[in-house]
């Protein structure tokens, strides 16, 4: 009688204490050996018998209904089936007498109703244990989502603690992490660009292996990083240390979203395509090459229009001189920025800090979490409505918790706004003195809106906390009081 030797073992749970493949054959191939058994072929399958599908296991049984041998050989029933439809299929070549013979170095079987009956209830205790594992899993799954642990392998920066199973933070990576978020907030940097800075830094992911583009954009785009995380479309709060805040997170948020409105890889030349509208007809502004120069003008589609080219060089110098108007150079950044630090530890001193009436807000959220499950659980909320209202108030709480954490850190979020804005002031002296058109192009959407290109010459709707910049010189002179809330400083105008 001639035999097929399988030996099988899958990364699944319910293989972790299953001898490895080297392992079995080194046994199959002794007991073959202690009882004369003909081995024709051996063959090896690394992957799970959980549900059918098996390629080399159904050729195992094809090449047997053909006559190319008679009987297996493996270490265990287990390791031909665990599912109802693979063991109905022995015992059934079995009872056709296909399959004249099963041997186990383990398990004894019969050819016979008993040895028969014996083998289908192996198999289906080998169902039973791989369905109770799998229930157990997500019972072990679901008790870790209600504490707020992140479930599976640990996100680059995060590793994962075997006693408590839990992530904690990477110390060698997270502060790689941070420093990519920060970067890409700027808007002056592409994913690209993001590869190479932070990769040459020594950053790395599994196995030491450079991370690539796309690891970087599922980064960025990654909640986790500020303390929540989602899992199967459902959010949750984490009990992990996050690595940024949900302000920084945001941030990158809204660069992506203008990069992948503009295309983030636009040709330079035009690079204005579609930041601007006709004056005169309103028409898109479009951009062609001419004679090795840049020329942007109106489409003048299905109209008529007067207006008339204007060369690229033209309307860069443009911007330039409006960035310019709200550019700051590092000194007096610096200045300021050393100032609103004082007027900041002063109110901090000279107030109370209002952290009963962020806790009162927090516990609000959490009562309106609760009412939400109740609500999906009653059927009045679909799972997506309840999922999405889910989200919005988790990401609202995790901003109330942020702002605890600054009144707990003797800050007071009130001079954010102020210091963001300074700090933007000092981005675009840089994005000038870099030349970078893509930046400047940025940074001018960020003061304005509504692009009109008419005569030649580029007018805008400037945002308030740059128009009394735009309409006056840039700091002639600075005092000691400045406004903790820039946006109020301007009335609304346009440029």
Known sequence: MRYFIYARK???????????????????????????????????????????GRPLFNDVLFQIERGAAEGILAWHPDRLARNSIDGGKIIYLIDQKVIQDLRFPTFRFDNNAQGKF????????????IDALSENIRRGIRLKLSKGIWPQWAPVGYLNDRKTRSII????????????????????????????????????????????????????????????????????????????????????????????????KQSIPFVFKGLMRCGECGRSITAEVQKGHTYYHCTKRLVRCSQKYVRAEELAAQVKTIIQKVSLSDDWTEKILNELAKDKNEAVQSSGLPQQNLDAKIKAIDDKISKLIDMYLMGSLTLEEYQAKKESFIGEKVKLQ????????????????????????????????????????????????????????LVFSSEAPYRGLLQSAPFPTWRRGWDSNPGSQFPRTTH
């Open 10 to 52: 899958s990364t699944d749970d319910e293989d972790r204490q299953v001898l490895s493949i080297e392992a079995q054959l080194k046994e199959l191939r002794e007991y073959a050996k202690r009882e004369n058994i003909a081995v024709i072929n051996e063959v090896i399958e690394a992957k799970t018998a959980k549900k059918p």
């Open 118 to 129: 014996m083998l289908s209830i192996v198999f289906g205790q080998s169902k039973y244990y």
């Open 169 to 264: 933070l990477d110390e060698g990576k997270a502060p790689f992490i941070k420093k990519t978020f920060e970067l890409y907030a700027t808007g002056s940097y592409t994913l690209e660009g993001i590869r190479e800075k932070i990769n040459s830094l020594g950053m790395s992911g599994r196995r030491d292996k450079p991370l690539s583009r796309s690891d970087y954009q599922f980064i960025l785009q990654n909640p986790l990083y500020y303390g929540v995380f989602r899992y199967k479309g459902e959010m949750y709060e984490g009990t992990h240390e996050p690595i940024i805040t949900k302000k920084l997170f945001d941030k990158c948020q809204e660069v992506m979203r203008l990069r992948g409105k503009h295309k983030e």
């Open 402 to 457: 942020e702002s605890m954490k600054d009144f707990a850190a003797g800050g007071s979020n009130r001079f954010e706004p102020a210091r963001e804005f300074v700090t933007s002031l000092n981005r675009a002296r840089c994005a000038i003195e870099e030349g970078n058109l893509e930046s400047q192009k940025g940074f001018l959407e960020k003061i304005g809106s509504n692009f009109i290109l008419q005569e030649r010459r």
